[in-house]
């Protein structure tokens, strides 16, 4: 008979060094590994902190009695390994989970520091997913769809779904070389197009779609030599004085970036914003974004499919991204989520909800003012992972179980897997200043 497994403990996991990421200790994902025991490199970009199972970065369970800042060891049970067994699955997933998910855990969790853009991309949906993972196994390497949202730490500047169509209009009137890279009928069908928004006549959302697709695939298939003259053309506007100057900023921050790329280009036609610290975006399937500079929270299902086409020296698939957008439009801040605070009668503990339309996840951001004090989380029906990003506390099992209610030190960077139907208590200490604060992705899924 299998023991009944620990509900609480403490995860050692991974970062991974993509180029684009932020140096050293200037990456607060470098600054969170470096605190759960990862020597630090100060020449090293430190990109991503992945906390969950998926394979290519799995986390582990920290060895107990271990230095709770002593590097991990590497012989270590992977939370896969450990979420093999049934028992522990259906006693650490909830048996809805488990049922839904086949035994998974379904999302991963992340801390993203981001010094360079990541590329133009959107995620398939399932089905999308599946097609492309049958025909290219080596590329999109899962066939599951890879709906995501990020939070900001810092203030968190992206690109995400395309600007209203009026806007982009403007863009290719008051910037010539624009106009000229997309040509006359391309410029014309999206004037008609704003127009038709404007007066909501019959068919408009048919129309604007279908002009905002030829353009975007007008753009996005462009002879490369042909947008080098357009980065050019547009660089000298900006040292000519132009109007839009932040806007002609951005183009020469990407072009130095990604010289001649045509993913420069993108910022005329999709939404650019800055996220304040404790703001959310979601982003569904086939809706296209990248991300340009600081800190985040993101949470995703477990999938790593990424539809590219700019911004990057990666395999870009121009034809199926321009196929596969939904092509919605309109301003930044409609996409923006702020989260709902969770009622309660505990004056001490703040509990802020980033809840996406999907089953995979839900996103809780806690903090705690008053030290010494404790609080109880309560329990959700389903898996939770913690990672603490300020502050110091503690954090333990409220009523302890037939595999122990420990309690643990929490410091930023340390990471938690709490099993389904956990209450847990959390306390601020006095080890560090400002408030205690950590975020809690976790699945529900109803019975």
């Keep these: 008979m299998t023991a009944e497994p620990q509900r609480l403990f403490r995860l050692a996991c991974q970062s991974q060094n993509y180029a684009w990421g932020k140096v050293g200790r200037q990456s607060l994902v470098g600054q969170f590994a470096q605190n759960s025991g990862i020597p630090i490199d100060e020449h090293t970009p430190y990109a991503e902190l992945w906390m969950g199972t998926h394979p290519n970065a799995?986390?582990?369970?920290?060895?107990?009695?271990?230095?709770?800042?002593?590097?991990?060891?590497?012989?270590?049970?992977?939370?896969?390994?450990?979420?093999?067994?049934?028992?522990?699955?259906?006693?650490?997933?909830?048996?809805?989970?488990?049922?839904?998910?086949?035994?998974?855990?379904?999302?991963?969790?992340?801390?993203l520091s981001i010094a360079k853009a990541l590329s133009i991309q959107a995620h398939p949906d399932k089905a999308l997913a599946e097609r492309l993972h049958s025909q290219s196994p080596n590329i999109y390497?899962?066939?599951?769809?890879?709906?995501?949202?990020?939070?900001?730490?810092?203030?968190?500047?992206?690109?995400?779904?395309?600007?209203?169509?009026?806007?982009?209009?403007?863009?290719c009137h008051n910037f010539p070389p624009l106009a000229d890279l997309l040509g006359p009928v391309i410029v014309q069908d999206i004037d008609d197009a704003a127009r038709r928004e404007s007066a909501q006549d019959d068919n408009h959302h048919q129309v604007c779609r279908e002009a905002l697709q030829?353009?975007?695939?007008?753009?996005?298939?462009?002879?490369?030599?042909?947008?080098?003259?357009?980065?050019?053309?547009?660089?000298?506007?900006?040292?000519?004085?132009?109007?839009?100057?932040?806007?002609?900023?951005?183009?020469?921050?990407?072009?130095q970036q990604y010289p001649g790329d045509v993913g420069v280009l993108c910022v005329f036609v999709l939404n650019h914003f800055v996220l304040n610290r404790g703001e959310a975006i979601f982003l569904g399937a086939n809706e296209p974004h990248a991300y340009l500079?600081?800190?985040?929270?993101?949470?995703?299902?477990?999938?790593?499919?990424?539809?590219?086409?700019?911004?990057?020296?990666?395999?870009?698939?121009?034809?199926?991204?321009?196929?596969?957008?939904?092509?919605?439009?309109?301003?930044?801040?409609?996409?923006?989520?702020?989260?709902?605070e969770q009622a309660g009668t505990d004056p001490g503990l703040t509990v802020r909800i980033y809840d996406p339309p999907i089953p995979e996840f839900t996103v809780a951001?806690?903090?705690?003012?008053?030290?010494?004090?404790?609080?109880?989380?309560?329990?959700?029906?389903?898996?939770?992972?913690?990672?603490v990003t300020q502050g110091s506390g503690q954090l333990g099992a409220h009523r302890k179980t037939t595999a122990g209610g420990d309690t643990f030190e929490a410091l930023p960077g340390m990471v938690f897997f709490a099993g389904a139907d956990t209450p847990l208590s959390i306390q601020k200490t006095d080890q560090l200043g400002g408030d205690f604060m950590c975020y809690r992705a976790f699945c529900t899924v109803a019975p």
Excluded at 301 to 319: E, I, Q, Y
Aim: hydrophobic content about 40%.
């Design 365 to 387: 951001q806690v903090t705690v003012e008053q030290s010494g004090v404790p609080h109880v989380l309560d329990p959700v029906p389903g898996p939770s992972i913690f990672i």
């Design 141 to 171: 390497k899962d066939p599951n769809h890879k709906p995501e949202m990020a939070i900001g730490l810092t203030p968190f500047e992206a690109l995400c779904g395309f600007r209203d169509l009026a806007t982009i209009a403007r863009f």
């Design 214 to 255: 030829a353009l975007f695939h007008r753009l996005m298939t462009s002879d490369e030599a042909r947008v080098r003259t357009c980065i050019e053309a547009l660089l000298r506007l900006k040292s000519e004085g132009a109007m839009h100057h932040d806007l002609l900023d951005l183009v020469e921050r990407l072009n």
């Design 293 to 340: 500079f600081g800190d985040c929270i993101e949470c995703m299902a477990t999938s790593d499919n990424v539809v590219r086409a700019g911004l990057t020296p990666k395999f870009k698939d121009v034809d199926v991204l321009v196929n596969m957008l939904t092509y919605s439009f309109g301003e930044a801040q409609n996409r923006i989520m702020r989260g709902t």
């Design 58 to 111: 799995p986390s582990a369970l920290w060895p107990q009695g271990r230095d709770p800042l002593a590097a991990p060891s590497d012989a270590q049970v992977t939370l896969a390994e450990y979420l093999a067994d049934p028992d522990h699955a259906r006693t650490l997933l909830g048996r809805p989970v488990t049922e839904t998910f086949g035994g998974q855990l379904p999302f991963l969790f992340k801390v």
